[in-house]
């Protein structure tokens, strides 16, 4: 089931996906700035649940640059990156978070951040 929840600033999604016992949300929230991404990031994880997730992987393109962190999910920040890119979202930290459920889950892993940015981006469309 999935739900919606403001944890002002961020947005998040929460039962996007679910596969082999991992779980996954995404979150986001305009940012402009590192330093602001990873204030963000904090303030996600003051909620308990997101502190015990296994990743918050995130992404943000900003004057600094394109930023990521992978927080152990090799590989999940680029593919947030390259949709960051791809959608043309600049100036905006998006963040999948996964709780890890006990299973490999091989390449499905990079489909399913795909499938939660995805997600995120068409929640910001519709305001």
């Given at each position: 089931m999935r739900t919606a929840t403001y944890a002002a600033?961020?947005?998040t999604l929460d039962g996007i996906i679910s596969d082999r016992?991992?779980?996954?949300a995404?979150?986001?929230a305009p940012c402009r700035s590192g330093e602001e991404a990873k204030a963000l990031i904090a303030m996600l994880c003051k909620s308990k649940k997101f502190a015990k997730a296994t990743h918050n992987s995130w992404g943000l393109i900003?004057?600094?640059?394109?930023?990521k962190n992978d927080d152990g999910e090799s590989g999940a920040g680029m593919i947030i990156l390259r949709m960051l890119e791809r959608e043309g979202l600049r100036d905006h930290l998006v963040v999948v978070t996964r709780w890890?459920?006990?299973k490999h889950l091989g390449g499905d892993r990079f489909r399913h951040v795909q499938a939660c940015v995805g997600v995120y981006f068409e929640a910001v469309r519709e305001g």
């Open positions: 600033p961020m947005l016992g991992s779980k996954y995404v979150s986001g900003c004057d600094e640059g394109p930023i890890y459920g006990g």
